[in-house]
């Protein structure tokens, strides 16, 4: 079979697609068809060397895949199930526990490849109706916001979400706070961005290019009250503006830092003052991913993807997700 692996020290020239046997099972695991993977900025990061990782390790945390072979002590899967992957395959309940915090396509090798044997546990069933390139969207992007905006933030009908840029977590929350009956402002640099962000549900936009302290311009949309809910992916440049537009007791999900991992200034009394909550957010459980699932499989929900690639162009894909061309999810297609 065929799979990418990394060389270190990283960086795309180093991403070499490579012929290899096809993995054979313990008696607990399951071997998997990938059919699709999608590119999320932890990946990026693993693929420049900016996460370390082993020589040769094979990257991309996300898969829609199809069960082709089980093992002897196997239960929970028969074959032909239709499956998606768990980022913390590890991490099946309650509340995280470095122990349990192994990442796949970091810690351990995955979904770039054709086949991959994995534990039965890892895996969950794909939402109904969805094929294995839209479900291969959901493990890191879908549940991240799953996370943040149903377990820690209790969003609710009526209540405001802001979220930033137009990647796959971005878009993700603006669909799922839409469906929930919730009210989104939405910031991008892009005016042609932004009009695609009106057509999927948008009640506010902001450019922020032109507003770059939009945080005013959010206070100024929602009577000076600000937002019940911030969708933080930029990390140090944003999260001033972001404190500023929450309203008071509002939820902070903190969970990107596509501008910097530091914060540079910040009003820390205005955290405080403001009563508001901020959530460390990175993925979720696998009883979190199955309530998503649940969710899904009532839902009209599905993903916006942008760009597909095969799996030998993975470089190329990465350096789409560089450049932001791409406009919610960039997907790696493996196998029809």
Known sequence: MQQIQLAQPGGLENLKLTEVEVPT?????????????????????????????????????DCGGEIVDIGNAVSKWKIGDQVMSSCFPNWLDGQPRPELLSFIGDHQDGYACEYIAIAETALT?????????????????????????????????GESVLVQGTGGVSIFALQLAKAMGAKVIATSSSDAKLDQLRALGADHL??????????????????????????EVGGGDTFGESVRAAKMGGHIALIGVLSGPTVNEILLPRIFMKQMRISGIGMGNQRSQQAMIDYLDQ???????????ELASLAEA??????????????????E
């Open 206 to 231: 902001i450019n922020y290019r032109t507003q770059p302290q939009w945080g005013k311009a959010v206070l100024a949309a929602t009577d000076n009250q600000g937002v019940d809910h911030v969708i």
């Open 125 to 157: 069933a794909t939402p109904k109706g969805w094929t294995a390139l839209q479900a291969a969207t959901l493990p890191c992007a879908g549940l991240t916001v799953w996370r943040a905006l149903i377990d820690e933030g209790n969003l609710q009908p």
């Open 25 to 61: 099972l313990s008696d607990h695991q399951v071997l998997v068809r990938v059919q699709a993977s999608s590119l999320n900025y932890h990946d990026l990061l693993v693929a420049l060397g900016k996460i370390p990782t082993d020589n040769n390790r094979v990257p991309l945390s």
């Open 318 to 335: 990465f350096q789409l997700q560089i450049d932001n061309h791409h406009f919610g999810k960039i997907a790696i297609q493996v196998a």
């Open 299 to 309: 839902s009209d929900i599905r993903p916006v993807i942008s760009h597909s690639f």
